[in-house]
């Protein structure tokens, strides 16, 4: 097969203890899961596709009683495993359990210091979130926080990094809040305009300045992306990466519903070489872009997030409507969705 499937989002469960605000998964109850015996059949199609990273991801993994048994089958396929939880499940007995896997990182969330934090997580879960990393950290096992950048907590971002720091995790990744899920009802409130998103790109700049040489600070959005701050804005297929949901269904992406099968159906093979979707993305053309992206001068250099271009226009090839420039371009501090 050329195309080579190096990585996956694990969506294991929609289960979640919490009801964060603006959830893109709009995570809450179970719904139609695999067993364990059909989690363990992705994993040997997996590890037989030579994929050598899992992200366990949810929900909150830890909702479901049999975690610990599918981390155990995963350990024993030799997967590099990345945990993603909320980490108010994680008490001393499970943290103690987690020592004895082969883990890249546990990824706890944040959406800015306490008061943001638990207006958006529920109260006690700023606290409760420190706690967790400094017990981590304490048993030798490396933690990744993941902070969303909206409105509210981009004056936070500076002064958390500088907690964080402190706590001795190894890397932190920043993202743009995405309107999906729970979270599209509070696009207005906050979603980063023009305005916010040159702030945003001068604070990642002087994160990176201050802490870049004692952590790993990783920042998406196209604006940090073309300044030198950030990674590339959309992976998904294109990067090697997909992301299998808790009925089964397989994404191009673990935040966008782009459906291209369904390992219950289908082995994930069959998929990856036969789904249109993933090979419009595998395929994709910068020739055909349309839009204000077809004439922007970073188009040699960034292809934009096709997702969302998807997700707002219907077609992969249009402008991306959250781009930093395009808002700039057409109407100054204010969105062009």
Known sequence: MAFQLQSVHFIITNQC????????????VAGYEMTMDEIRKVLRELRELGVFQVLFTGGEPFCRNDFFEVMEDAEAMDFAMVIETNGTLLDEERIRRLKNFSIVY???PFE???????????????????SVIEQLTKNDIPVRARITATKKSLNDLYSLVSVLVLLGISSVTIREFVPLGRGGQFAHELLLDTHAK????????????????????QAAGIHNYLAGNGSSPWGGVKYRNLAIL?????????????????????????????SPVIKSFRDFDRNRL???????????????????????????????????WACAENEPNSLVV
């Open 17 to 28: 203890n919490l009801n964060c605000l603006h959830c893109f998964a709009d995570s809450g």
């Open 106 to 108: 546990v990824q706890i």
């Open 112 to 130: 800015g210091l306490e008061n943001v934090n638990d207006t958006i997580r529920g109260d006690g879960n700023f606290k409760c979130s420190l």
């Open 198 to 217: 040159g702030e945003f790109a001068n604070i990642i700049a002087r994160i990176r300045s201050e802490f870049g040489p004692s952590m790993d600070i």
């Open 246 to 274: 808790p009925d089964g269904c397989v994404n191009v992406c673990e935040i966008f519903p782009f459906y291209c099968g369904n390992v219950r159906l289908q082995p994930l093979a069959h998929i990856l070489a036969n």
């Open 290 to 324: 349309t839009g204000h992206c077809a004439v922007c001068c970073f188009r040699n250099k960034c292809d934009g997030c096709r997702l969302f271009s998807f997700m707002f226009r219907g077609d992969i090839y249009t402008g991306d409507p959250l781009c930093y």
